[in-house]
């Protein structure tokens, strides 16, 4: 089944198009990324598909409806966590969680909720008293309280630390195991390759590639041979890793010399990442 | 519990709560009320002056509640992005407004019970004797200045500046429209620029109400100057009103 489906996308603001004619689909449970650096129009995606902006051009199905309409069956049925938003600094974690779920026909349990994003030992505390971690995850809490089928997180951990990240990552696939949809912008390409099931990595307001990580990382076959040559670093980057391994050592045995620092690097997502865009950006 | 209930008791949750605000909107009228009341104890235009000051400082709440405190909790709302996020969740546009409009009616009228009281207890002035007209003029002046600080919201920019933004039309127009004391002594020019102020019209219709016993369908010319100010305000809210925050 298709959670999200966009077909020729546009959105210009001004002399800018931000979004320059995108398609992607997204199935029902899978948690999709899109990677791009800033401005390379994941938040207009995303506001688009959540109901905030009109688009200029293309067809957007998202649950079924087009979400520009902004019906309340549509609203009813998503959760949002925004890039910034600071819900009432007087209220306790609790009390917010009670008034959003004070708006869906059939919300989760409040308590269960604040379990589930980690806050239950906060749960009385005033929500200004929270760090930015907590703010976060009660941002995702308070975006998961109405039972939602679709979940969108825009940039979910800019600006936490490491082990908040790992924190938050752990809670975002908590979510495929409740058998949610997740929609879920990020710059970091560790994150996409850690918790998308696909990824598109964007730029320019256009996707570069589409796919699985391990087939974005596939995508090219360049491996990667390095090591040091009268202490100077020697770097062959090639489609036939095993025969120019083989020559390199062949030879090297036949010397007598050592190799020294030998290392042999698949393409992590992150140089596919950059190539890509770089390679956009040329 | 329909959505506007919960709705409404979140606001009303959120208001007591902001203790900064709670004070500045529900306590400064009083506070001022007590201030002047010590001070006067004459009579002022054939008014016990407690009675003219009471009816004058239900104007300075009725502005500081509905106009000054509505706008700039809106404004706060809105760059913080609450109101962005509440958009996306099945609560209704309108059930939201409406709840936040009878919150503010709501906190209104206990200030009026407040003061009230206070007259009554501290400063002898008497109590009303057309209530309904009362409560209706209370309801006009509430609608008529939400809608004013509807418009205002729409037009402040920055969280940061719109309390500044706010008092610096607030207390002017308190000081021009009569809300402390009467301003038949004030030059020509002043009294000119209060008499286009809806503030001075609301106080006009309190007065007739409380002091003179009349009924509120004799002021017709003061609610239309009311109702005019508050359908300003909500054009201009139409139109420029934004759910989304300004400074990014």
Redesign the interface.
């Known amino acids: 089944m298709t959670a999200i489906s966009v077909r020729g996308l546009r959105k210009r603001y001004g002399d800018v198009e931000a979004v320059r004619g995108i398609d992607f689909e997204v199935e029902a449970g899978e948690v999709f990324g899109l990677l791009g650096p800033n401005g390379a129009g994941k938040t207009t995606t995303v506001e688009i598909l959540?109901?905030?902006r009109p688009r200029d051009a293309g067809v957007v199905s998202v649950l079924g409806h087009d979400p520009t309409r902004?019906e309340?069956a549509f609203?009813?049925r998503?959760g949002?966590v925004?890039q910034?938003?600071?819900?009432?600094p007087?209220?306790t974690v609790r009390?917010v969680h009670h008034?959003?779920a004070?708006?869906?026909?059939r919300p989760r349990d409040v308590d269960e909720v604040i379990e589930l994003v980690g806050l239950h030992e906060k749960r009385d505390a005033r929500v200004k008293s929270l760090s930015g971690g907590q703010k976060r995850r009660l941002d995702l809490g308070?975006a998961l309280v109405?039972d939602p089928d679709l979940v969108f997180l825009d940039e979910p951990t800019t600006g936490f630390d490491p082990a908040a990240r790992r924190n938050a990552w752990s809670m975002i696939r908590s979510l495929r195991e409740l058998g949610k949809t997740v929609l879920l912008t990020t710059h970091y390409l560790d994150e996409a390759q850690q918790l998308a099931d696909r990824v598109a990595v964007l730029r320019g307001g256009v996707i570069l590639q589409l796919g699985t990580p391990a087939a974005l990382i596939g995508a090219t076959l360049k491996a990667e041979i390095r090591f040091r040559r009268n202490g100077e670093e020697v770097r062959i980057e090639t489609e036939e890793p095993t025969r120019v391994l083989h020559d390199l050592t062949a030879q090297a045995l036949a010397d007598g010399r050592e190799l020294e620092a030998l290392e042999v690097r698949r393409p992590t997502l992150e140089d596919v990442y950059l190539e890509l865009v770089e390679d956009a950006g040329e | 519990?329909s959505?506007f209930a919960?709705?409404l008791r979140?606001e009303q949750?959120?208001f007591w709560?902001?203790?900064e605000a709670a004070v500045f909107i529900f306590v400064f009228p009083p506070l001022l009320f007590l201030l002047l009341g010590s001070v006067y104890n004459d009579t002022i235009e054939g008014h016990p002056a407690a009675d003219v000051l009471l009816a004058g400082l239900l104007g300075y709440g009725v502005a500081n509640t509905a106009f000054a405190g509505l706008a700039i909790q809106l404004v706060i709302r809105r760059e913080?992005?609450?109101l962005?996020?509440l958009?996306?969740?099945?609560?209704?546009r309108w059930v939201y407004l409406v709840a936040v409009l009878a919150s503010t009616l709501l906190v209104f009228a206990l200030q009026t019970v407040t003061i009230f009281v206070l007259g009554r207890v501290l400063f002898d002035a008497k109590l009303p004797s057309e209530w309904l007209s009362l409560a209706l003029a209370i309801v006009l002046g509430v609608a008529g200045f939400a809608g004013i600080g509807l418009g205002a919201a729409a037009l402040i920019r920055s969280a940061e500046g719109s309390s500044a933004v706010v008092n610096v039309v607030l207390l002017p127009m308190a000081f021009l429209s009569g809300a402390f004391g009467p301003t038949t002594d004030y030059p020509d020019v002043l009294q000119a620029i209060g008499d286009v102020l809806p503030l001075k019209y609301f106080i006009d219709i309190v007065e007739a109400v409380y002091l003179d016993d009349e009924h509120l369908w004799q002021q017709g010319g003061a609610i239309a100057a009311v109702a005019a100010w508050g359908a300003l305000g909500v054009l201009v809210a139409w139109r420029r009103f934004s759910w989304?925050?300004r400074e990014r």
Do not use: A, C, D, N
Not at chain 1, 102 to 105: E, L, N, P, S
């Open positions: 959540e109901g905030y902004m309340r609203r009813e998503i949002v925004l910034q938003s600071e819900l009432w007087q209220l009390e008034v959003f004070g708006y869906y026909r308070v109405g | 519990m959505t919960h709705q979140t949750l959120v709560r902001s203790r913080s992005g609450v962005k996020r958009r996306v969740t099945p609560l209704p989304e925050p």
